[in-house]
């Protein structure tokens, strides 16, 4: 390929990430991450290709250095357009991880409460509360 085809090819490639990271972006925010899960292949193949393309230009410079100023110039703006729509990603999986967290917490928290209310035999034959950690398990369908 010539340097003119690597940076359409590389132009291509970050916008079409790009839009697969926006719609993701859009679907966590809108608390729907089963919209995104729905495309999750996809966009993996195309973030690996994106990793090798990206390397590959990296270690060698001049696949694309021989492209007209205008075409990089298009390459670079894809790409920071890119960075931009990955840290709206990184913040929006971030908050969906957070509230994930302190849902799983607050069934924990609940569940050990209820468990703390059973109580067993002590000193003297006296019923007492259980003290101390309670295991519980969760599975993927709770």
């Known amino acids: 390929m010539s340097a003119e085809e690597n940076v359409l090819h590389l132009i291509a490639l970050t916008e079409q990430l790009t ?3 926006r719609l993701d972006a859009d679907a966590f925010e809108a608390r729907r991450p089963h919209e995104a899960a729905s495309r999750i292949e996809e966009t993996q193949r195309l ?6 393309e990206s390397d590959r230009v990296r270690q060698n410079p001049a696949l ?7 075409l990089r110039q298009r390459l670079a703006k894809a790409s920071e357009a890119f960075e931009a729509t990955l840290a709206r990603h990184g913040r929006a999986v971030f908050a969906l991880k957070t509230v994930t967290e302190g849902v799983v917490r607050a069934i924990g928290e609940e569940v050990a409460r209820a468990r703390a209310a059973v109580q067993g035999y002590g000193p003297s034959a006296r019923m007492t509360a259980l003290n101390g950690a309670v295991p519980i398990a969760l599975n ?3």
Do not use: D, S, V
């Open 19 to 21: 839009e697969r990271m």
């Open 47 to 52: 973030a690996n290709q994106y990793r090798h």
């Open 64 to 70: 694309i250095a021989g492209a007209p100023p205008l």
């Open 140 to 142: 993927r369908t709770a």
